[in-house]
């Protein structure tokens, strides 16, 4: 039986892709779900927060002491010892791509439209095939129009878009705003 079909413009030999989830954190497991017949992964997501933590935590290292003494530098921690997750997250799109030869699909997760999407690019210059973007965002301004948590979401997908030329999906809570109506405007 036929089963293949097209998803973000990729040919797939079946429909069936692993979401998101840990089951993507070891190589060996995703090997082993490509022999179990997934046509596509998508890797657990690298979150905002870790990003712009890691970027904090480098300035601290970076910075951390460097008035204290003239031979300051002998203050910079070795490189082993930062903690740069979503280097790590690259590495892992370039050796899950070295191990398998269905697609790998990125995951990134975020809530505002900041800096942290550039990691879009590199996720693709890392061999990401595409990109699916868990956008989940739980406003907790009483003022906020559900309207501007819409465009929120348009944000984020414009400028991930302007990062790359991959295929981007946004993978949307089913209970999200009035669906069908934004899929009319959006
Ligand atoms: C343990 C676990 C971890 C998950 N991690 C992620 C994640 O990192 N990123 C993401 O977008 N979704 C994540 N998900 C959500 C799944 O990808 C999926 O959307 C969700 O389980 C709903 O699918 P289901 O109804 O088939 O379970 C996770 C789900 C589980 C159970």
Redesign the pocket.
Known sequence: MDLTTDYLGMNLRTPLIV????LSEKIDDIKRMEDAGASAI?L??LFEEQITHDRFELDFYLTHGTESFAEALTYFPEPAEFNIGPEGYLSHIRRAKETVNIPIIA?L?GTSSGGWTRYAREMQQAGADAL?L?IYYIPTDLDLPGSAVEQTYLDILEMVKSQVTIPVSV?LSPYFSNMGQYGETA
């Open positions: 979401a998101a989830s840990p998508v657990y997501s995951s997760n699916e868990n993978k």
